[in-house]
């Protein structure tokens, strides 16, 4: 069965990091658009970063763009969200999702609306404090 599994949330103050993992099973993540997408509570979900099958091409929200860096270990089957500065805001639950239509490119580009992905894991929670 194919599975996108997410590892890494908790609680930090306000200022703390936190890197989030989501790891595939049951086949092979790398000819793949992944991206991370958020949902606080009461709020629509929003795409956050994404990144190209090839790792070199990557699409950030502007709430995340110098502060979260995505990267994947296509030989790992593993994505990952590395997050600083982390404020209050940035509390949600955190999901990984795959676009399992083969990419033309190791570059091409990859978006982060939801309608283009298919395959979702069931998240982690991020909780910052001030």
């Known amino acids: 069965q194919e599975q996108l599994a997410e590892s890494g949330g908790g609680s930090v103050q306000a200022g703390g990091s936190l890197r989030l993992s989501c790891t595939a099973s049951?086949?092979?993540?790398?000819?793949?658009?992944l991206a991370w997408f958020r949902q606080a509570p009461g709020k629509e979900r929003e795409g956050v970063a994404s990144i190209s099958s090839g790792g070199t091409r990557t699409v950030y929200a502007d709430s995340a763009k110098g502060r979260f860096t995505i990267s994947r270990d296509n030989s790992k089957n593993t994505l990952y969200l590395e997050m600083n500065s982390l404020q209050p805001g940035d509390s949600a639950m955190y999901s990984c999702?795959?676009?399992?239509?083969?990419?033309?490119?190791?570059?091409?580009?990859?978006?982060?609306?939801?309608?283009?992905?298919?395959?979702w894991g069931q998240g982690t929670q991020v909780t910052v404090s001030s």
């Open positions: 049951g086949y092979s993540i790398g000819n793949n658009c």
């Open positions: 999702a795959a676009d399992q239509r083969p990419s033309r490119s190791l570059s091409s580009y990859c978006g982060i609306s939801s309608w283009a992905y298919n395959l």
